[in-house]
């Protein structure tokens, strides 16, 4: 007998053949009608018992999400809205469900009460859906990358690099912290750690993507990357998975070019595959949209949202043009926003998402950023005031993508990091890439997390991720 999955068995002509299927129990009506679910897809597989054939003790057994060995015939259903359903010959319980004690019921349940149960919410159809579809998104990456010529790249998880200097890392170290080993004037002493010097966890693997890139020519890294984020917002994790291609020979213009057809080319690849899991999420933000007042509302429903993405060209604005538009916007003049609109100072999610969901209505691509409040690694324009940045923004979240043409002129990235107080002697081996050959080039990154939100079109972070890590979030 063969085994199949449910997702594929769901396509077959109903013959009477003789299947094997596993899972789980999702309802049980009448001592009959078994609703099964293997995690394939959505859709459960109705198996049907015969009548009087087994005793009640055995029946009582089969309760939510105890788990099934099942084998019978495919049949057609006599239902509506299923083609097929199994006979069954054989039912065998693989393991008992307490239904005292078992947490999740056949219905509904809020996302929060979810995330409590953080567990076992991979059992709920919601869950099922995001995690199908950030599995297609994930796959899709490398095969666009790969169909390009990229090499994937492994960048270390511990380093001592800290390439944004935004000062969020964790510290990884293995000296004691009841004792560690104290320099002369009473500060720990680090080079006693077994690294020898003070490490942390990668704040994005780009630096060492650019060693890679100058010299392999276009690579991608697509690795978890880790910020100790004091926020306790809905687009920010302490663990994220970030995409972060690095080009030789490339500028800004290249870049962004690149950046919007891989977006377009995952998200095609999502709606290719994943369509009833998109139209699952798509009828359920549509539901939870009804509870919102209608000025809240958006005005496409998720499919027509991703078909519009793909469709249409992103916007391409600059800083300067975007603070503009902001200063002029009625949100602006009625005091909506609620942190300062200036130039040289950075945008909040608040003015992306109005920029793109108010003003433009589309994704939009911000470009040539002030020097103040970005990397060190940003190529510095002609103006000297601002560098070749630029920023993805997309509807329902903000910045999706930062990425930037990096500076390649040795001079000018020395100064620069002078002015930024940067060590010079702690990324010689990075300058090195400046010193040997250097050539402009180019790169950008993408957070996976918030694409998956885009994608789904579920609103919070945690809800993306299987095991999110957040401020008192990591129970497990
Ligand atoms: P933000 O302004 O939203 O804090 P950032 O500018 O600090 O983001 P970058 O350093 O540019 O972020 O990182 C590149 C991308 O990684 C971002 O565009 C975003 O998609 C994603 N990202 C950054 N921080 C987080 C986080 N804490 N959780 C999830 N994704 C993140
Ligand atoms: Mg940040
Ligand atoms: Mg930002
Ligand atoms: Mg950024």
């Avoid at 010529?149 to 009841?178: N, Q």
């Avoid at 793909?310 to 391409?316: D, G, S, T, W």
């Amino acid at each position: 007998n063969k085994r199949v999955k449910i997702k594929e068995l769901l396509t077959w002509e109903p013959a009477q053949q003789e299947v094997t299927v596993m899972g789980w129990v999702r309802t049980f009506r009448n001592n009959q009608f078994i609703a099964l679910n293997d995690g394939s897809t959505n859709t459960n597989l109705q198996v049907v018992v015969e009548l009087g054939k087994y005793e009640d003790d055995f029946l009582k057994r089969i309760t939510t999400s105890s788990s099934l060995k099942v084998t019978g015939t495919v049949i057609a259903s006599q239902g509506k809205g299923q083609k097929l359903e199994i006979k069954a010959a054989t039912l065998e319980i693989l393991g008992d469900s307490d239904p005292e004690k078992y947490p999740l019921q056949p219905k509904k349940h809020s996302l929060e009460f979810l995330r409590e149960k953080a567990h076992l919410r991979f059992r709920t159809n919601t869950f099922g859906s995001v995690f199908r579809v950030r599995h297609s998104l994930a796959f899709a990456i490398h095969k666009f990358f790969h169909e390009k010529g990229f090499l994937y790249m492994h960048t270390p998880i511990i380093t001592a690099s800290d390439a944004e200097g935004a000062g969020e890392m964790f510290r990884v170290t293995t000296l004691p912290f009841d004792n560690p080993p104290r320099n002369e004037d009473g500060s720990i002493n680090f080079k006693e750690d077994f690294f020898g010097r003070t490490t942390n966890l990668t704040v994005s693997g780009q630096l060492e993507g650019e060693l890679a890139a100058t010299a392999f020519g276009e690579i991608y890294t697509f690795g978890p990357t880790f910020r100790a984020e004091n926020s306790n917002t809905t687009r920010h994790l302490a663990e994220f998975w970030m995409i972060e291609p690095e080009m030789a020979f490339c500028d800004l213009e290249d870049n962004m070019n690149l950046a919007e057809e891989f977006i377009k080319y995952i998200i095609r690849f999502a709606m290719e595959h994943n369509r009833e899991d998109l139209e699952f999420l798509a009828a359920r933000l549509a539901e939870e949209e009804k509870q919102l007042p209608a000025d809240k509302r958006s005005d496409m429903g998720l499919i027509e949202k991703l078909e519009f993405v793909l469709n249409n060209n992103f916007e391409r604005i600059t800083y300067t043009e975007a603070i503009d538009i902001l200063l002029q916007s009625p949100a602006y003049k009625k005091k909506k926003f609620q942190y300062e609109v200036k130039w040289g100072v950075d945008m909040q999610s608040e003015h992306e998402r109005y920029l793109v969901e108010k003003h433009f209505k589309k994704p939009v691509i911000v470009t040539n950023y002030p020097k103040e409040f970005k990397a060190f690694y940003m190529r510095m324009n002609e103006d000297g005031k601002t560098v070749a940045a630029m920023d993805i923004l997309a509807p329902g979240i903000g910045e999706i993508v930062g990425g930037s043409q990096r500076e390649e002129r040795m001079e000018v990235l020395e100064a620069r990091m002078k002015e930024m107080n940067i060590p010079a002697e702690e990324l010689w081996w990075y300058l090195d890439t400046r010193r040997f050959g250097t050539v402009p080039h180019a790169g950008f990154g993408l957070g996976f997390e918030r694409m998956v939100l885009f994608v789904t079109g579920m609103s919070n972070i945690r809800d993306v991720i299987a095991f999110p890590r957040a401020p008192k979030t990591a129970e497990f």
